[in-house]
């Protein structure tokens, strides 16, 4: 007997989204984010600084979720009230990574040789030490606080963002409407604004997006060693650093943040993946 071929009717009407589940996925938790960023309330309306000694230690049940932490405190609510922080501190120190590394990329591509190779060198020594040693070193010399956390994240960042953004410009600054542009008059300072910055960032910002799951895990990990937000603030990280010393008899305290932090960075660097995906689909 001849086996029936599948009808192309049939697989045109599947759903798009089981096509690439894992993408849509993806998006869907990242939505969820930004509500628990936006409007925690919405999602968990108690106060997660309410403690109550007399339910501390409760593990997950049907009126506490995700269990009760050393005070009595919801974890769940403290969970979704700590996405803001923890998300808006990797968020800050992407930003000022970018920022500071476009400026010096750009800088650097378009200075004379010398002092390329002098910037350039100087970034090199930073590539050296791993961010999350640089970070360290930087709060060593600023103190801590969710302020210098950022700072430190951000800074660790730099030289990545810095190579990229230089050997960007490195390419466009002798690209034909470049030279065009400066042909018909226009001056370099303008250019530099209207054509050379915006096409040395566009693809840098596809990998700043993969980066900022990077970021939230530096930050996540100086608060867990106790340089970011101080208890009993609800950061994903300051909340593992507290969660340590009850391992033994309330091993949840710890599996929830650590879970929303690979959860999330997950998510984010999926989506980051797909956009070069596309981005490098759409090159000639």
Request: proline share 8%; hydrophobic share 55%; net charge positive.
């Amino acid at each position: 007997m001849n086996a029936i071929a599948p009808s192309p009717l049939v697989l045109s009407t599947r759903p798009r989204w089981l096509s690439r589940p894992g993408l849509y996925l993806a998006w869907a938790t990242l939505a969820l984010l930004l509500l628990a960023v936006a409007a925690p309330g919405w999602l968990s309306p108690a106060d997660p600084l309410a403690a109550d000694a007399r339910l501390a230690y409760l593990p997950p049940n049907t009126t506490h979720w995700l269990g009760t932490d050393e005070n009595g405190r919801d974890v769940l609510t403290r969970l979704v009230h700590g996405a803001r922080p923890s998300l808006l501190i990797g968020l800050a120190a992407t930003l000022l990574g970018l920022g500071l590394g476009t400026l010096l990329g750009v800088l650097s591509g378009l200075a004379p040789a010398w002092l390329d190779n002098l910037l350039m060198r100087a970034v090199d020594v930073l590539l050296a030490f791993p961010d999350l040693l640089l970070a360290l070193v930087i709060i060593t010399l600023f103190g801590q606080g969710t302020s210098n956390l950022i700072l430190a994240v951000g800074i660790a960042s730099v030289p990545r963002y810095a190579r990229l953004v230089r050997a960007q410009t490195l390419t466009i600054r002798h690209a034909g409407f470049v030279e065009a542009a400066l042909t018909l008059g226009r001056r370099p300072l303008a250019v530099v604004f209207e054509h050379v910055l915006p096409n040395a960032v566009q693809p840098v910002l596809i990998l700043a997006c993969i980066g900022l799951g990077g970021a939230i895990t530096a930050a996540a990990a100086l608060s867990f060693l106790g340089f970011g937000a101080p208890p009993p603030a609800p950061e994903w990280g300051a909340m593992m650093a507290v969660a340590r010393n009850f391992m033994a008899n309330a091993p949840w305290l710890m599996a929830w943040p650590a879970l929303a932090i690979t959860i999330t960075v997950i998510a984010i660097t999926a989506i980051g993946r797909d956009w070069l995906r596309r981005s490098e689909g759409r090159q000639p």
